[in-house]
């Protein structure tokens, strides 16, 4: 599992490589959550078959999250004229603000301010927004020279220090300051597979991390929302153009983030549970004289969650069966309108959430592949969650369905889940 060392931008370049054109919430809100949705992200993903893209990594399939969004920041209206950065610098160059962090005030709407007033002169802003999400403030506007709509988003955070370049791909330099600068430029947000984003979205992006804890991370995009149509070929500003903002001495960080454990997630103390025994409920919670196969489990030790699945077969089709088990972070208490389908608060205040056949796909994949899902989830009062679900197919993607409906309701999905020995993990640390 990796620690907020990690690469905000690399998180969630391999974070989509399931990307859909109306996935808002493995876009948008991947985009939103950024750091501090770490563990969940990686449960997430492992749910759709996709858990090597991260080791880490999962991102918001019907997840654990979905009850709880963040509540953005009041947006500044109209455009403002911007001023245009100090000369540009490069990723070689060594000029960095100063390695000490403000102690002035900030939020959000303040980092929204500094980004626009950043950006270079002569481009049409619109669209402007900011949110806070657990110490992490992002802002974005929508850019246009007169050639296409390009969306700029910047993330802010003080955490734990990064002070090397492993597992960031692209350029990134440890600068004589000891700050490390990373970047890459035009690249599909779906790197493994582009043709798989049939929006053709790209993205130049730019880092920095400080030896301090400080970390901003600037990303433009080709189009004036990942989830759309690009409307140009590439992103509207350069590595060095980003790179000028990054460096500037205008933006003033959020405080620190103290107490995170590796997931970037204050730790809940709670014990770890062997995935063995995740597994062996999942199977133990099945009905008899089914046939398992594919058996997978993700997650585990300190992650915080532990996740397992089966394929299997009744004779009239094989069908991956899914079940996810954790502590949240924060209990869900209320319906809040996002997440599954339907909601609803029990008499003994956990809250459940469910979604009926579920497509896997937004586009034309979905005609193709046909498969569905029927997902539950219980949201105990203590924090212990647990999600189950139950696809026609073999896998949620890249495989064609084998029955027309998946194999288990909702209310077989809930009894499942409802039985008495699921063991929920916890991160073992406090």
Same mark, same amino acid.
């Given at each position: &599992?990796?620690?907020?060392? %990690?690469?905000?931008?690399?998180? &969630?370049?391999?974070?989509?490589? %399931?990307?859909?054109?109306?996935?808002?919430?493995?876009?948008?809100?991947? *985009?939103?959550?950024?750091?501090?949705?770490?563990?969940?992200?990686?449960? &997430?993903?492992?749910?759709?078959?996709?858990?090597?893209?991260?080791?880490?990594?999962?991102? *918001?399939?019907?997840?654990?999250? /979905?009850?709880?969004?963040?509540?953005?920041?009041?947006? =500044?209206?109209?455009?403002?004229?911007?001023?245009?950065?100090?000369?540009?610098?490069?990723?070689?160059?060594?000029?960095?603000?100063?390695?000490?962090?403000?102690?002035?005030?900030?939020?959000?709407?303040?980092?929204?301010?500094?980004?626009?007033?950043?950006?270079?002169?002569?481009?049409?802003?619109?669209?402007?927004?900011?949110?806070?999400?657990?110490?992490?403030?992002?802002?974005?506007?929508?850019?246009?020279?007169?050639?296409?709509?390009?969306? @700029?988003? @910047?993330?802010?955070?003080?955490?734990?220090?990064?002070?090397?370049?492993?597992?960031?791909?692209?350029?990134?330099?440890?600068?004589?300051?000891?700050? @490390?600068?990373?970047? $890459?430029?035009?690249?599909?947000?779906?790197?493994?597979?582009?043709?798989?984003?049939?929006?053709?979205?790209?993205?130049?992006?730019?880092? =920095?991390?400080?030896?301090?804890?400080? /970390?901003?991370?600037? $990303?433009?995009? #080709?189009?004036?929302?990942? *989830?759309?149509?690009?409307?140009?070929? #590439?992103?509207?500003?350069?590595?060095?153009?980003?790179?000028?903002?990054?460096?500037?001495?205008?933006?003033? $960080?959020?405080?620190?983030?103290?107490?995170?454990?590796?997931?970037?997630?204050?730790?809940?103390?709670?014990?770890?549970?062997?995935?063995?025994?995740?597994?062996?409920?999942?199977?133990?919670?099945?009905?008899?004289? /089914?046939?398992?196969?594919?058996?997978?489990?993700?997650?585990?030790?300190?992650?915080?969650?532990?996740?397992?699945?089966?394929?299997?077969?009744?004779?009239?089709?094989?069908?991956?069966?899914?079940?996810?088990?954790?502590?949240?972070?924060?209990? =869900?208490?209320?319906?809040?309108?996002?997440?599954?389908?339907?909601?609803?608060?029990?008499? %003994?205040?956990?809250? *459940?959430?469910?979604?009926?056949?579920?497509?896997?796909?937004?586009?034309?994949?979905?005609?193709?592949?046909? @498969?569905?899902?029927?997902?539950?989830?219980?949201?105990?009062?203590?924090?212990? &969650?647990?999600?189950?679900?139950? $696809?026609?197919?073999?896998?949620?993607?890249?495989?064609?369905?084998?029955?027309?409906?998946?194999?288990?309701?909702?209310?077989?999905?809930?009894?499942?889940?409802?039985?008495?020995?699921?063991?929920?993990?916890?991160?073992?640390?406090?």
């Amino acid at each position: &599992m990796n620690n907020l060392n %990690d690469s905000l931008p690399d998180l &969630m370049r391999r974070a989509t490589d %399931d990307l859909e054109p109306e996935s808002n919430d493995l876009v948008e809100r991947g *985009i939103q959550r950024g750091v501090t949705l770490r563990r969940r992200r990686t449960a &997430m993903l492992g749910l759709s078959g996709a858990g090597a893209v991260l080791a880490t990594a999962g991102i *918001i399939v019907g997840g654990t999250h /979905l009850f709880a969004g963040s509540t953005p920041e009041p947006t =500044v209206a109209g455009p403002s004229a911007p001023a245009t950065p100090s000369a540009p610098a490069t990723p070689s160059d060594p000029a960095t603000p100063s390695a000490e962090p403000s102690a002035k005030a900030t939020s959000p709407a303040q980092t929204l301010a500094t980004l626009r007033a950043l950006l270079p002169s002569g481009l049409n802003q619109s669209a402007p927004r900011s949110e806070k999400d657990n110490g992490l403030f992002s802002a974005h506007v929508v850019l246009d020279d007169g050639k296409g709509a390009s969306l @700029v988003t @910047v993330k802010i955070v003080t955490t734990k220090p990064n002070r090397d370049c492993a597992g960031l791909h692209g350029t990134c330099q440890v600068r004589p300051d000891g700050s @490390v600068i990373h970047s $890459y430029a035009n690249e599909s947000i779906v790197p493994f597979a582009p043709e798989r984003d049939p929006n053709g979205i790209r993205n130049t992006v730019v880092e =920095v991390f400080y030896p301090d804890g400080r /970390l901003i991370s600037l $990303y433009n995009y #080709n189009s004036p929302n990942p *989830i759309v149509a690009h409307t140009r070929t #590439n992103p509207l500003l350069t590595v060095k153009q980003l790179t000028a903002i990054a460096n500037s001495d205008q933006w003033v $960080y959020p405080p620190a983030v103290t107490g995170l454990d590796e997931a970037g997630l204050p730790p809940n103390g709670k014990p770890t549970v062997p995935l063995e025994q995740t597994q062996q409920q999942l199977k133990s919670v099945l009905p008899r004289g /089914l046939q398992f196969t594919r058996p997978e489990t993700w997650g585990g030790g300190t992650n915080g969650f532990n996740g397992a699945s089966y394929v299997v077969n009744d004779g009239k089709g094989a069908a991956r069966v899914d079940a996810l088990v954790q502590y949240e972070t924060k209990p =869900v208490t209320k319906c809040t309108g996002e997440g599954p389908q339907h909601c609803k608060v029990r008499s %003994d205040g956990s809250v *459940i959430g469910w979604s009926k056949n579920e497509p896997s796909y937004g586009d034309e994949r979905q005609a193709i592949n046909g @498969v569905l899902a029927n997902r539950v989830e219980i949201h105990y009062p203590d924090g212990r &969650m647990i999600s189950m679900t139950s $696809y026609n197919g073999p896998s949620e993607k890249n495989d064609k369905h084998t029955r027309a409906k998946p194999m288990f309701s909702t209310d077989q999905l809930f009894a499942m889940a409802g039985k008495p020995g699921w063991k929920f993990p916890g991160t073992g640390t406090k």
